[in-house]
């Protein structure tokens, strides 16, 4: 055999990027009527992007020491586990504290078996994107709150968008949405800032915006 075309044990058939490739396949806001569908990936790309401003804020602005890049990362993959769970619905998933407990441990499940579909040399790298360590510190902790926050603001984007071009269908999500947003942002200065700063373009034309 020629030694050339070995490959090692670790190194075949790994499925996980061609997993992670299915976001573009999983719609969001699956209850409600979109003037434009969002897909997962989109929406992933968005949160990496806003996740990513709010370190640079928090380091420009409130003397954090924020991996920015790390940021985007965890973003990617927030919700990867959604490729096997599909969304549920936000009003579903947080119902209340079993469904929300129970949708919890079906989400790690999903992640777990992602986790699996690599090579074992390379899973801990990827792990440690998908879940804090249990010593991680102060900034890792808040980067991730960051991240949760970006998610939300993703969220109210898309209301705030699906408004300004007449669909009334998102009124109810946007206003629980702001308010959401709202209380991580009397937590999170670097949140304020962005809504001041960065929201209010969100739903312009392009000629507005250039």
Do not use: Q
């Not at 920015?68 to 919700?79: I, S």
């Not at 669909?167 to 962005?194: H, I, K, Q």
């Amino acid at each position: 055999m020629d030694e050339k075309n070995v490959v090692p044990e670790e190194g075949r058939d790994s499925h996980f990027l061609a997993i992670l490739s299915r976001m573009k396949y999983i719609e969001r806001w699956s209850l409600m009527r979109s003037s434009r569908p969002e897909n997962l990936s989109e929406h992933s790309l968005e949160v990496a992007l806003i996740a990513h401003m709010l370190c640079v804020i928090g380091n420009a602005r409130y003397s954090r020491s924020l991996d920015a890049e790390r940021a985007a990362l965890v973003a990617l993959y927030h919700d990867a586990s959604e490729i096997i769970t599909g969304d549920l619905p936000t009003p579903v998933k947080y119902h209340d504290g079993t469904i929300r407990d129970a949708y919890k441990a079906v989400e790690r499940s999903a992640e777990e078996r992602l986790l699996a579909t690599l090579p074992d040399d390379l899973r801990p790298a990827v792990e440690d994107v998908l879940w804090p360590s249990a010593d991680a510190g102060e900034d890792e902790l808040y980067l991730r709150r960051l991240v949760k926050a970006a998610d939300k603001v993703s969220a109210l984007i898309k209301c705030v968008e699906e408004e300004r071009s007449g669909n009334a269908e998102f009124a109810s999500a946007e206003e629980s949405t702001r308010v959401a947003v709202g209380e991580m942002a009397a937590e999170l200065p670097e949140v304020a800032d962005f809504l001041r700063e960065f929201l209010p373009s969100y739903g312009a034309t392009l000629d507005e915006l250039l």
